[in-house]
């Protein structure tokens, strides 16, 4: 076997070239691509979507793995780093080795892992890679039609493309923050890493224009993606309040805003066990809407003479005024709060009343409709001794859903498997990498 340190190149067998081996589910669309994933959490989704598409994703760590390992919530909250609820979830689908790219030797391996990959992807400060002789162009001249995918705060250029950010600051500086919690106090932060999701799907679908654009031209491309833009996408609905009716959509809270140029009109609902959402509106939809809750309350003592009288044919949420919103919405939240959100929900659909659960994560695994198309689905953890149920992909593809062929690696689990069943090394090789910190 030849040495992976050696000068001659090397190549993987012909059964995983051709992605036989490792493809998430039967005839998968990325059948035959190999990713290497050097990407950190600002990147994640991406190598998981392109491995739930049957991509080989190898993710690749440094020595003693990845920092986001130590991020929680933990399995049984259990802070732990092979117990990351958040890796688990988004490194699903991938093989993992370690390597350390700081390391000379660590550097040669990876240029000849280069040769066999089609996609690589990383999220390293931009300049990062180059200065190590790593950067797109140093790594496609020796395999021309490889795709490389960076993912960073603010882009490759601009005045801030050097510039470090957190989640919370790209929420912020994508403009999202702005219309994010209630009007009468500061912006707020979405809970758990948002804008880095938004980033890992953006950068997904362009690898995959970039691999249609190899296909039919056999050249690689260096795919850009900035996580502020990323961001600024989401803010599409803003976008057009301006352009239709001149308003700067504001925070609102739980109100509909903009709609209407007098008043706000609520839209999440107390109940009597949880939240519903149910928009007060006018026009054909709002007719239907408004007159069968109407007649739902009437039919329980609930309703009253002015509610009775409305002709929500007529009802013309331009001309209402923040008075009348507000009576009728007291009226309204009355019924909602004496009422779960199960009656609640069960009731609109055979009335035709546009109302929706607000689900807590609980409601949403034990969800019908979500159950009746086998949409979670059991991934066993060996070294937990347990399956773990998890989300599936959310398409279909000719009535098949793609498969969780693995659970998210544990650090190195895949060295031996890729090192030395793959890339040729001997085991004593191997052994000599990771005493020296290689790998």
């Given at each position: 076997?030849?040495?992976?340190?050696?000068?001659?190149?090397?190549?993987?067998?012909?059964?995983?070239?051709?992605?036989?081996?490792?493809?998430?589910?039967?005839?998968?669309?990325?059948?035959?691509?190999?990713?290497?994933?050097?990407?950190?959490?600002?990147?994640?989704?991406?190598?998981?979507?392109?491995?739930?598409?049957?991509?080989?994703?190898?993710?690749?760590?440094?020595?003693?793995?990845?920092?986001?390992?130590?991020?929680?919530?933990?399995?049984?909250?259990?802070?732990?780093?092979?117990?990351?609820?958040?890796?688990?979830?988004?490194?699903?689908?991938?093989?993992?080795?370690?390597?350390?790219?700081?390391?000379?030797?660590?550097?040669?391996?990876?240029?000849?892992?280069?040769?066999?990959?089609?996609?690589?992807?990383?999220?390293?400060?931009?300049?990062?890679?180059?200065?190590?002789?790593?950067?797109?162009?140093?790594?496609?001249?020796?395999?021309?039609?490889?795709?490389?995918?960076?993912?960073?705060?603010?882009?490759?250029?601009?005045?801030?493309?050097?510039?470090?950010?957190?989640?919370?600051?790209?929420?912020?500086?994508?403009?999202?923050?702005?219309?994010?919690?209630?009007?009468?106090r500061a912006p707020v932060w979405v809970s758990v890493p948002q804008s880095y999701v938004h980033a890992g799907a953006n950068a997904a679908v362009g690898a995959m224009i970039a691999l249609f654009h190899r296909e039919l031209t056999g050249e690689g491309q260096w795919v850009d993606v900035s996580i502020q833009e990323a961001v600024k996408r989401t803010l599409l609905n803003a976008r057009q309040f301006w352009e239709l009716n001149g308003i700067i959509l504001k925070r609102a809270g739980p109100f509909r805003i903009g709609l209407s140029t007098n008043a706000n009109q609520r839209l999440i609902w107390r109940c009597k066990d949880g939240y519903v959402n149910y928009p007060l509106i006018g026009g054909l939809a709002g007719e239907r809407s408004n007159t069968g809750l109407v007649a739902w309350m009437k039919s329980e003592g609930m309703s009253n003479e002015h509610l009775n009288d409305i002709v929500w044919k007529e009802f013309d949420m331009a001309n209402c005024t923040q008075q009348e919103f507000d009576y009728m919405e007291s009226v309204i939240g009355r019924f909602f709060e004496s009422h779960t959100v199960k009656e609640l929900h069960e009731g609109a659909i055979g009335r035709r009343v546009m109302l929706y659960p607000v689900y807590t994560t609980k409601e949403l695994r034990e969800d019908p409709q979500l159950e009746s198309r086998d949409f979670w689905e059991e991934v066993e953890h060996p070294e937990l001794g347990e399956t773990i149920a998890y989300p599936g992909s959310p398409s279909l593809f000719s009535g098949e859903r793609p498969k969780l062929g693995r659970r998210a690696p544990l650090i190195g689990e895949h060295n031996e498997e890729i090192y030395c069943g793959e890339a040729g090394l001997s085991c004593d090789e191997l052994a000599e990498l990771e005493r020296e910190g290689v790998i």
């Open positions: 076997m030849n040495s992976i340190n050696s000068t001659n190149s090397y190549s993987l067998p012909h059964e995983a070239q051709a992605g036989k081996i490792y493809t998430a589910m039967d005839n998968s669309f990325l059948e035959g691509i190999r990713v290497l994933d050097l990407a950190g959490e600002q990147g994640f989704l991406c190598g998981r979507i392109l491995g739930d598409l049957g991509a080989d994703v190898i993710k690749i760590e440094p020595p003693g793995g990845d920092p986001s390992r130590q991020t929680g919530p933990f399995y049984h909250d259990i802070p732990h780093p092979p117990k990351s609820l958040p890796w688990f979830a988004y490194n699903a689908n991938k093989r993992g080795i370690t390597l350390n790219l700081e390391n000379q030797r660590g550097r040669e391996i990876f240029r000849k892992l280069v040769k066999s990959a089609t996609v690589v992807i990383e999220s390293y400060p931009p300049g990062y890679l180059k200065s190590m002789g790593l950067g797109y162009e140093d790594l496609s001249s020796a395999n021309p039609g490889m795709v490389m995918t960076s993912i960073t705060p603010y882009g490759q250029t601009g005045p801030y493309s050097r510039y470090k950010a957190s989640d919370l600051t790209l929420w912020c500086m994508g403009g999202m923050a702005y219309v994010s919690g209630d009007p009468d």
